[in-house]
């Protein structure tokens, strides 16, 4: 992969020539960088999500504001 990029996992569906990758990256610069180099060989669909730790904090910072 690259700096600040780690593939996690990868899941395959042979028969829909689709499948998924699980990325973890420390910035997004660095993913961006990193899925330039597989653009020409597939549509990428970019989907960011957060682990229960992370989506906890920005639950509180928003319930925190007002916002949530």
Do not use: F, K
């Amino acid at each position: 992969t690259g700096p600040g990029v780690s593939i996690v996992d990868l899941w395959h569906d042979t028969g829909g020539r689709s499948g998924v990758a699980i990325i973890e990256v420390s910035d997004l610069s660095a993913l961006s960088s990193y899925l330039r180099q597989c653009h020409p060989h597939m549509g990428i669909d970019i989907m960011p999500v957060l682990d229960d730790e992370e989506a906890a904090v920005v639950a509180r910072a928003l319930t925190d504001s007002g916002q949530g």
